[in-house]
């Protein structure tokens, strides 16, 4: 019986060993230059010895943890599309105790990839309420989409700060990629479409018919059509920007089914995407000023497991979408005078 007991201390001991062995964690906080937290920040710690890369986002207070960290040398990275790279290199990790490491991040003072985003985010407080009332109709009795809609600020900056992805890992590179250099790769600094439809940043225009739902962007590619007379996606797609779209009603819901993109767009304005993406689109008016689209993305080259989330744009009566010109000028860099 002693040497039975014994066996099993020394087996617990063992397993309780083995649970340690090699794990180490990295925690503390991210700030923002004023000093304040600052949420929805990638945290990044790559084994130097591995180059296997691990990953936190910071909570509302600024906090983060990285787990189960094997014992070792990182370099630890926080990227962001509102702020300089950081980089602290060498934070050693020892064998099952904690690394603190607080980061205060500096303010980005180049021209980055959102532009005039501060500028957005103050005219869009500014909005009044969205007008109150029962959802308009169409002749055949279905909810009418028409107007200029709007997302929320708070809602844009969520979705572009920390949009609700989980990554395969070479598409995960590539954001690490595309936030070590700022963006500066987005297809819009080259006059190509931006992926605004997408995330209904900016001001949207549907115009609603019984067969042709048509939506007016603030963009290069300023328009895009979803069929809704019944036609099936063509079987010889050629790969486009916005893709092709087709509706269906389901009771007051339409139903929008995108396929055919092409993989050079930005999603969030940073995530890539394959051919293979797969929109849908849920789309219902409750009242007269809330449009409400929950949309899924389908990439089975892009994500571990297709995200989806719902946005609540608002009716903004009093605004417009505006021609957008891009001048181009790289094309010449290319074109022989020839």
Partial sequence: MRLLLTLLFAALFTVAGFGQSGAGSLSGTVSNPAHAPAPGMAVYAKNIQTGVYYKAISSPKGEYSIAQLPAGAYDVYVLSLLARPFLRKNVEIALGQSQRLDIQVAADDTQNTLGELGDYLALAAKRPPPPAGPAPRMPDGKPDF???WTVPAATAFALITSPPVD???PADALVRER???QGRDVPSSRCL???DLLIGMLPVKYIQTRAVLVQLMEDVTAEHEVFLDGRPHPGDLEPTWRGHSVGKWDGDT???DTVGFNDRSWLFFLVPHTE????IQRVRR???GHLEIETTYEDPGTFKTPPKFKVVSILTPGEEVHEVVCEN???SEHVSAK
């Fill in 146 to 148: 028409s107007g200029v």
């Fill in 167 to 169: 990554l395969l890992p």
């Fill in 179 to 181: 936030l070590m250099n």
């Fill in 193 to 195: 479409p931006s992926s």
């Fill in 254 to 256: 339409l139903v929008i």
């Fill in 276 to 279: 293979m993406l797969h929109v």
């Fill in 286 to 288: 409750p009242d007269m």
């Fill in 329 to 331: 000028n790289q094309y």
